[in-house]
C-alpha cells in the first residue's frame, strides 16, 4: 500500500511503514511542508496514496468536494510519538485495507477505529 504523510505525523513513521513492506513519503521529505490541504488531497489522489494525517480539515474538504478517493487516516491520538502511531497504522492497515481501497476516512483514537466510507455527506 501507498502512503503520503502530512506535516502533523513523524517523518519516522515512513522508515517504519518502508519495513513493513509499504510505500510511504513524507511532506518534509519530499519538501512540500507548506503545501496547501486541498494540494495534498490532490497529490494523494494523482499518486494513489492513502492519506495519513493529524488534520481534521482533510474530512471536511472530502465532505465538500465529495470526493471518492483518496482515503484519509486521521490519527486523534494523545500519544502521537511514533510507535504509537505505527502500532495503530498497523491494525488499521490488517484490519481495514479493503476499505481503505475502496475509499475512506478512518479515525483513530485510543479506544477505537471508526470507518466512514467515501463520499462523505457533507
Known amino acids: 500500500m501507498r502512503f503520503l504523510l502530512d506535516m502533523g505525523i513523524s517523518p519516522g513513521v515512513a522508515g517504519s511503514l518502508h519495513s513493513l513492506g509499504h510505500d510511504a ?3 518534509h521529505d519530499l519538501g512540500l511542508d ?3 490541504d486541498a494540494e495534498i488531497l490532490a497529490k494523494a489522489l494523482r499518486e494513489g496514496a492513502v492519506l495519513v494525517t493529524h488534520d481534521l480539515d482533510f474530512s471536511h474538504l472530502l465532505a465538500a468536494s465529495g470526493a471518492m478517493l483518496p482515503s484519509v487516516i486521521l490519527f486523534r491520538l494523545r500519544d502521537m510519538r ?5 502500532a495503530r497504522l498497523r491494525a488499521v492497515i490488517g484490519s481495514h485495507a479493503s476499505a481503505l481501497a475502496a475509499g475512506a476516512v478512518v479515525s483513530v483514537t485510543e479506544s477505537q477505529i ?3 466510507e467515501l463520499p462523505l455527506e457533507s
Open 25 to 27: 513519503e513524507h511532506l
Open 34 to 36: 507548506t503545501l496547501p
Open 82 to 86: 511514533p510507535p504509537n502511531v505505527v
Open 114 to 116: 471508526r470507518i466512514r
